[in-house]
């Protein structure tokens, strides 16, 4: 059963930059797609970023697109969303999840599923002040 623990969160001001981690553990890390998703208060859980754990397929939602960037190291079992030009709007909870079966074309498109997504950590908080 794959584990999946978020770390990295913090309160920004607009225009700023964070760094995010998601650190996997507890099942085979090469094959799966790991995703950042996020949740406001009083909205659903959106995904923003995708990424195949051999790098080979990256996907970003369009509202993130040119100021994310999602990467992995598969020396440390981690993947991290580098988060740039942070928006009052990006404010949210920040949760990372896997698919065993790879990124799907639809991630690399920019749309996710939480149906296709498990593991889901316990989240970290991003709070971008304006």
């Known amino acids: 059963q794959v584990q999946l623990v978020e770390s990295g969160g913090g309160s920004v001001q607009a225009g700023g930059s964070l760094r995010l981690s998601c650190a996997v553990s507890?099942?085979?890390?090469?094959?799966?797609?790991i995703a950042w998703f996020r949740q406001a208060p009083g909205k659903e859980r959106e995904g923003v970023a995708g990424i195949n754990t051999d790098g080979r397929r990256i996907g970003y939602a369009d509202s993130v697109k040119g100021r994310f960037t999602i990467s992995q190291d598969n020396a440390k079992n981690t993947v991290y969303l580098q988060m740039t030009s942070l928006k009052p709007e990006d404010t949210a909870m920040y949760y990372c999840?896997?698919?065993?079966?790879?990124?799907?074309?639809?991630?690399?498109?920019?749309?996710?599923?939480?149906?296709?997504?498990?593991?889901w950590g316990q989240g970290t908080q991003v709070t971008v002040s304006s």
């Open positions: 507890g099942s085979t890390y090469s094959g799966k797609c």
């Open positions: 999840a896997a698919d065993d079966r790879g990124c799907s074309r639809s991630v690399v498109n920019g749309f996710f599923f939480l149906s296709e997504f498990g593991g």
